[in-house]
């Protein structure tokens, strides 16, 4: 009788070995995407870096700082072909818990308000729309507001 080989799911802190791939991804999933240097920066301040791995591959990964009672999601993105999987809301939820070990009351993103399906992953997180930063992102044709979100954690 043959084995059937399991796929290995594996969630842990991001390596400086993983940015090449992780900017691989990056640059599949984003017409103005993160370089190596700011995925390295992030690593070396110590920002919250996790990454997502099936069979000991990168197929996620999120970066989110903290500091003076708030934390901020900087980046999350799941590969093309993985999403829709429930990884992204994973990869969230693991943050948010790690949040709310610390010393934070407000998480805070920024999201561009053409990106329905992150939105509505953030919406059903208990995110809301709490301001607009004008012309914040990079766009095709000039620039694109960003949308603001905060969630309160509760203690
Ligand atoms: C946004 C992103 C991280 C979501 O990750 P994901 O693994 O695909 O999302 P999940 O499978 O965990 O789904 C979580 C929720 O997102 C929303 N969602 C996911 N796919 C969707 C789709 N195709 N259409 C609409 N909403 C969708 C739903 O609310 C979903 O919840 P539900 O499954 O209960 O309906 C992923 O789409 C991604 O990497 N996008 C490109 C990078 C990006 O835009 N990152 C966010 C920057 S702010």
Known sequence: MSAVLQPQFVLRPMLSTDLEAIVLIEESSYDFPWSYGIFRDCLQVGYSCWVYEV?????AYGVMSQGAGEAHI????????????????LLLSHLLTLAGQCEVDTVLLEVRPSNHVAISLYQSMGFNEVGVRLNYYPALRGRENAMIMALALIK
């Open 55 to 59: 069979n000991h591959r990168v197929i």
């Open 74 to 89: 900087l980046t999350l993105v799941v590969r093309e072909d993985y999403r829709g999987q429930g990884i992204g809301r």
